[in-house]
C-alpha cells in the first residue's frame, strides 16, 4: 500500500505570495491532518479535515486554509506569506473508525519544505 | 486540554550504551500515548503506542516505552543504541474530543549517538 505523498517536497516563495501545498492519504483512510514543523516551536496542529469537513483548527491565523476533497486528498492553502511561515509542512492521515474510542494511529508524509524569502 | 512535556531538548549517548528518553502527559483521562521518530529530511514514523492493557509496550527497531499512570509518564527506552537511530524523537498524546481524538506532540528530544 502506497504511504502518505506530499507535492511539492521543496518550494520557495516570496513575501506577500501565497501557496498551495497537495497531500494525498494512504488509501482508505478519510482523516487528514496537516502540521506545521519550526525549530523553534516544534510541531503545531493546523487542522484536520474527514469526509471533506474541517473537524478541528489549531491557533493559526486565517491565512492557513485547506480543504479536502471526495477522494479524501487534501490541500493546504497560505496567502500572504510571512518570512516566519517558512517550515516543514507535515501532512498526516489515519484510518478512523466509527465511534470513540477510535486507533487513530497517524502516518506522516515526507513533508513539503516550504522557504519564504 | 492535553499537553506533552519532554523535558531533554538533545541528548548524547554513545552506540551500544542504553537510552532513556523522558515524557510527561497531562490529560484528565487515560490518554493514547505515541513515539515517533524523525530523521534528517524525513516525516515521521511511528514507534510505538499506548491505548490500554500491558503497560509496557514493545514497538520496532527494538524500542520500548513504559506507562506509569502515578507519574504520567511514557518513557521510550532501548538497551542499546545503534549509530542508525540517531534522530528527533517526538512523544505525544491523544485524547478524545468530541468524538474524534485530538494528538498533541512534544517539542522533541534530538539524539546524538557517538562512536
Known amino acids: 500500500k502506497a504511504g502518505v505523498t506530499q507535492t511539492p517536497r521543496y518550494l520557495i516563495k516570496t513575501r506577500g505570495q501565497q501557496v498551495t501545498l497537495s497531500c494525498s492519504p494512504i488509501?482508505?483512510?478519510?482523516?487528514v491532518s496537516w502540521y506545521q514543523q519550526t525549530p523553534g516551536q516544534g510541531l503545531q496542529f493546523l487542522f484536520e479535515?474527514?469526509?471533506?469537513?474541517?473537524?478541528n483548527k489549531g491557533n493559526f491565523p486565517g491565512r492557513f486554509s485547506g480543504r479536502q476533497f471526495s477522494n479524501s486528498r487534501s490541500e493546504m492553502n497560505v496567502s500572504t506569506l510571512e518570512l516566519g511561515d517558512s517550515a516543514l509542512y507535515l501532512c498526516?492521515?489515519?484510518?478512523?473508525?466509527?465511534?470513540?474510542?477510535?486507533?487513530?494511529?497517524?502516518?506522516f508524509g515526507p513533508g513539503t519544505r516550504l522557504t519564504v524569502l | 486540554a492535553q499537553s506533552v512535556t519532554q523535558p531533554d531538548i538533545h541528548i548524547t549517548v554513545s552506540e551500544g550504551a542504553s537510552l532513556e528518553l523522558r515524557c510527561n502527559y497531562s490529560?484528565?483521562?487515560?490518554?493514547?500515548l505515541f513515539w515517533y521518530v524523525q530523521s534528517p529530511g524525513q516525516g515521521l514514523q511511528l514507534l510505538l503506542k499506548?491505548?490500554?492493557?500491558?503497560?509496557l509496550v514493545q514497538g520496532i527497531k527494538g524500542f520500548e516505552a513504559e506507562f506509569k499512570r502515578s507519574q504520567s509518564s511514557f518513557n521510550l527506552r532501548k538497551p542499546s543504541v545503534h549509530w542508525s537511530d540517531a534522530a528527533e524523537y517526538f512523544c505525544?498524546?491523544?485524547?478524545?474530543?468530541?468524538?474524534?481524538?485530538?494528538?498533541?506532540f512534544g517539542t522533541g528530544t534530538k539524539l546524538q549517538v557517538i562512536p
Open positions: 499506548y491505548f490500554s492493557g500491558d503497560t
Open positions: 498526516a492521515s489515519s484510518l478512523v473508525a466509527s465511534g470513540p474510542p477510535v486507533d487513530n494511529e497517524q502516518f
Open positions: 505525544a498524546v491523544g485524547a478524545n474530543s468530541g468524538g474524534y481524538q485530538k494528538v498533541t
Open positions: 490529560y484528565g483521562a487515560t490518554p493514547y
Open positions: 479535515y474527514f469526509s471533506e469537513t474541517q473537524r
Open positions: 488509501s482508505g483512510h478519510r482523516s
